[in-house]
């Protein structure tokens, strides 16, 4: 059972670069037909996908964000990394990691979904 | 971006109650539209793929229709446990969007 895990500082001070890992276990990042995804969802509000990457390195960012936004990928690791400059309180969020599952149509079925999700950790904008 | 507009944002219904839940894009997405379900403190499930396609293990009261841009979700019987909040996706654009949520709470 594939199994994502978001790990990294729980408290970032405004100004500075918010930095997560996503830890994929239970199978590879390297899979073909799988971009791995950022989401976050601030406090009471909904979801917000950030951006994803193949485990060759090709990124998709959410363009308002794009000039604050990397995301990296690690194969030896299985893992993938977001980073987030210039943070501000509005950028308090649980940051979800998530399987981005694109590239597959059968017939006219789209299999372009987030499948398998981590369970989100807290990040918390403040000085 | 492609903007996903759903309706209404929040709803009070009974269990047993039948529940259609809309979603609206900004530019046509084809069938390219996804259906999520959170609960608080959890993160979301996928339920509905491709509009209409029941992901692995959702039961069948849960059901999808639509095209283009106009799509729905619904839940033939309300049970307990269905009372959460709902999220449609667009998977059509590079660019993933989400739509802003509809809040399903208990009448």
């Known amino acids: 059972q594939l199994q994502l895990q978001e790990s990294g500082p729980g408290l970032v001070k405004p100004s500075e670069t918010l930095s997560l890992t996503c830890t994929v276990s239970g199978g590879s990042i390297s899979s073909s037909n799988y971009y791995w995804g950022w989401i976050r969802q601030p406090p009471g509000k909904g979801l917000e996908w950030l951006g994803s990457?193949?485990?060759?390195?090709?990124?998709f960012y959410k363009p308002s964000l794009k000039s604050r936004v990397t995301i990296s990928v690690d194969t030896s690791k299985n893992q993938f990394s977001l980073k987030l400059s210039s943070v501000t309180a509005a950028d308090t969020a649980v940051y979800y990691c998530?399987?981005?599952?694109?590239?597959?149509?059968?017939?006219?079925?789209?299999?372009?979904?987030?499948?398998?999700w981590g369970q989100g950790t807290l990040v918390t904008v403040s000085s | 971006d492609i903007q996903m507009t759903q309706s209404p944002s929040s709803l009070s219904a009974s269990v047993g109650d039948r529940v259609t839940i809309t979603c609206r894009a900004s530019h046509n997405i084809n069938n390219y539209l996804n259906w999520y379900q959170q609960k608080p403190g959890k993160a979301p499930k996928l339920l509905i793929y491709a509009a209409s396609s029941l992901h692995t293990g959702v039961p069948s009261r849960f059901s999808g229709s639509g095209s283009g841009t106009d799509f729905t979700l619904t839940i033939s019987s309300l049970q307990p446990e269905d009372f959460a909040t709902y999220y449609c996706?667009?998977?059509?654009?590079?660019?993933?969007?989400f739509g802003q949520g509809t809040k399903l709470e208990i009448k």
């Open positions: 990457i193949y485990y060759s390195g090709n990124t």
């Open positions: 998530a399987r981005d599952a694109r590239g597959i149509v059968v017939m006219t079925t789209p299999y372009y979904y987030f499948d398998y």
């Open positions: 996706q667009q998977s059509y654009s590079n660019l993933w969007t």
